[in-house]
């Protein structure tokens, strides 16, 4: 999965204004999950992105393999969807 990111300050505290999903790849966990390419995610395992910082969201997505990361996003036509993705090993 590629993500779009749009914030301010340095790269490791970084003020976040939107995360949106730029690709997703097949057979990933995130397309497994239902993610497309044009979502923006709103909310990470309660956490909100929009004012949020770097460093939090990197805690929030840094799981160990096997476990649910909840994640609520705004699809191009402006639903909201829940969607859980199953954390994967980071080399496959």
């Known amino acids: 999965m590629q993500l779009d990111v749009n914030g301010s300050g ?3 505290n970084m003020t976040i204004n939107s995360l949106t999903v ?3 790849t097949q057979d990933s966990p995130a397309a497994k999950a239902g993610l497309e390419p044009g979502d923006q995610i709103i909310e990470i395992a309660g956490f909100k992105v929009e004012g949020g910082n770097s460093e939090t969201l990197m ?4 799981k ?3 476990e649910k990361l909840p994640l609520i996003v705004k699809r191009l ?3 909201r969807h829940v ?4 954390i994967s090993s980071r080399d496959q």
């Open 83 to 86: 969607i859980t993705i199953v």
């Open 59 to 62: 805690s929030a997505i840094n």
């Open 22 to 24: 730029h690709k997703v």
């Open 10 to 12: 340095p790269i490791d």
């Open 64 to 66: 160990p393999t096997g």
């Open 77 to 79: 036509d402006g639903t």
